[in-house]
């Protein structure tokens, strides 16, 4: 069983087909799969200027971004600690930044409170649209065939598919982005769009052969990937080299943005005091969020999100280590038992 507490972002069990962890794991890394990404935030800019407010407020290049592009993101206050991470979308007229549930609350006032002359206007899409996650070493090769669009290459890239989903509501249903990402490994996309063009997608998928998959399985793969969660694995007191995602999410030549300072000033010094990493637990019990791992009796890491690994054979959490003790195959101690520093992805 997974160790974490469900997230209200991903339906917690298919709707139809009985419930097979294992069965919807192979799907979503072998075959394909689709989980319902409930209550997403999404968040949209429009207007000549929406790059370059965006850019001051984040950590990476957002004004190289070509339609079609994406990258991913950490927002910051100016205290460098992170207030928001996740996925940047650009498209010919906008930009979308996409990240877990709830995020809305915090990060549109801060996006208005820094919003002075901008010609930028800002719209929480989170309850207009709807996104699903289609993942599988097949995924790629299903949505080209339903929709005759070949999907994204890069990381972050994104497409639209014009609504040409048998089942979709009408021809004037308007186009659904799908966005290339590493939630749950390389082969993974975010379909996303208006709601009753998504759940058309969705019928298509499922009448394709696509396999409904839930929380419990996309965590399984979640984690293998080493995709950290705000809200979960990485939270405001977090700054953004301890994620060690510098070169997916940091840009360190963009210039000046809110929380800079801080950014440059670890880079120079070379090194956090704690930095998210992969760790493999020897027993066959899944740990909870919180739990600690010692060395020499001294408190060195706790875990933030864990899940049995079908690839490893064993349970493998995310967690934050000390610094000393995060090269891979390091060995820690929990109530538990042992447990080893791994190097992501798998």
């Not at 991470?85 to 498209?91: A, I, P, R, S, W």
């Not at 063009?197 to 979640?222: D, N, Q």
């Amino acid at each position: 069983m997974n160790g974490t507490s469900k997230p209200n972002d991903i339906e917690s069990a298919p709707a139809a087909g009985g419930h097979d962890p294992r069965a919807e794991y192979e799907a979503l890394t072998r075959g394909v799969a689709v989980a319902r990404l409930l209550q997403r935030t999404q968040i949209e800019f429009t207007g000549d200027d929406r790059a370059a407010f965006l850019h001051n407020l984040c950590t990476n290049d957002i004004r190289r971004l070509q339609p079609g592009q994406g990258c991913e993101a950490f927002i910051t206050n100016v205290q460098g600690k992170t207030i928001g991470h996740g996925y940047v979308f650009c498209e010919a007229s906008s930009l979308l930044f996409d990240t877990v549930p709830g995020q809305g609350a915090t990060l549109l006032p801060h996006l208005e409170k820094y919003h002075i002359r901008e010609k930028v206007v800002v719209h929480d899409r989170s309850t207009e649209w709807s996104e699903i996650l289609v993942a599988g070493d097949q995924a790629g090769d299903l949505v080209h065939r339903l929709s005759g669009v070949s999907p994204p290459v890069g990381r972050c890239d994104s497409v639209h598919v014009d609504p040409l989903f048998p089942e979709r509501p009408s021809r004037s249903a308007p186009a659904i982005s799908l966005r290339r990402v590493d939630l749950c490994g390389p082969q993974t996309f975010l379909l996303s769009g208006e709601t009753a063009a998504i759940e058309a997608a969705w019928a298509a998928l499922l009448g394709a052969g696509a396999r409904s998959c839930g929380h419990e399985t996309v965590e399984m793969a979640r984690i293998e990937a080493g995709t950290p969660l705000f809200g979960q694995d990485i939270t405001d007191k977090n700054l953004p080299q301890e994620l060690g995602r510098d070169a997916l999410a940091i840009s360190f030549t963009k210039g000046c943005y809110l929380g800079q300072e801080t950014v440059a000033r670890i880079d120079a010094l070379g090194h956090v005091n704690q930095t998210l990493r992969g760790l493999r637990f020897h027993r066959q019990i899944v740990p909870t969020p919180g739990t600690v791992l010692t060395a020499a009796d001294k408190t060195v890491a706790h875990v933030t999100s864990a899940a049995f690994s079908p690839r490893l054979n064993a349970p493998l959490a995310l967690g934050y280590v000390r610094r000393g003790q995060t090269a891979a195959g390091t060995q820690l101690r929990s109530s538990l038992g042992e447990a080893t520093v791994v190097e992501f992805p798998l």
